[in-house]
């Protein structure tokens, strides 16, 4: 079955830091994987997504993340936070049509000055 | 104007109360999701619709039902609600349903049951 794990559940940067949010994936055939992100109060809204072809994905934000079929991993890098950056983050991972997508449960992102 | 509007934005009601929540996109998407983010934020579909079509029902108890008068609206009604049922309702939209397309979310609707 399909899964996805978000092994952090909460991390926190100083602002100028980098950031990586790691994302693994459990998934028969070729994965499609999503970022998306959370702010307080609000939806989701799409960071970036991988489908084929380069495996460094280049998203919003000054966000990207590399797709490594080695290690079922999809994690998510910056490398500067912003304050800003503070938020919510789910790893999702879509493979069949007419499936829905699979989400992980989120790593929470905190920005220190 | 914003692309996928919910509302209400909160909803506190008491336990075995019926309510609807109501969901609109404006991107002239064919495909409309309804997900429930417990209180841990987990985030996990419960329909999806296709041009008024029901395409994706998860294992969601019978009390729920979504209803799409037309491919811009799915609402969803929720019968006897229980203590449970208090979560973060989120509607989405993509433009065919394909898992490769970008979902579109809106804001959310709290559901808070008492």
């Known amino acids: 079955a399909q899964s996805v794990t978000q092994p952090d559940i909460h991390i926190t940067v100083s602002e100028g830091a980098s950031l990586e949010l790691r994302c693994n994936y459990s998934?028969?055939?070729?994965?499609?994987l999503f970022w998306y992100v959370q702010s307080p109060g609000q939806g989701l809204q799409l960071l970036l997504k991988?489908?084929?072809?380069?495996?460094l994905v280049q998203g919003i934000k000054g966000f990207e993340a590399e797709f490594k079929r080695s290690q079922s991993s999809f994690n998510l890098r910056k490398p500067s936070v912003h304050w800003s950056d503070a938020a919510e983050y789910f790893c999702?991972?879509?493979?069949?049509?007419?499936?829905?997508?699979?989400f992980g449960k989120g790593t929470t992102l905190s920005v220190s000055s | 104007d914003t692309a996928v509007s919910q509302t209400p934005k909160y909803l506190v009601t008491q336990m075995g109360n019926d309510k609807s929540i109501k969901c609109e996109q404006n991107?002239?998407?064919?495909?409309m999701y309804w997900y429930k983010q417990d209180s841990k934020k987990f985030l996990k579909i419960m329909f999806s619709?296709?041009?008024?079509?029901?395409?994706i029902n998860e294992t969601v108890p019978n009390r729920f039902s979504p209803k799409s008068p037309d491919k811009a609206h799915l609402n969803l009604h929720i019968n006897s609600l229980e203590l449970g049922d208090s979560a973060v309702y989120f509607c989405?939209?993509?433009?065919?349903?394909?898992?490769?397309?970008?979902?579109?979310f809106g804001p959310g609707t709290r559901l808070t049951v008492l």
């Open positions: 998934y028969g055939a070729t994965p499609y």
């Open positions: 991988y489908f084929s072809g380069d495996t």
């Open positions: 619709y296709n041009n008024k079509e029901l395409i």
């Open positions: 999702a991972v879509g493979g069949q049509a007419g499936t829905a997508l699979i």
């Open positions: 991107l002239g998407h064919d495909t």
């Open positions: 989405a939209s993509s433009q065919t349903g394909l898992y490769t397309d970008t979902q579109y």
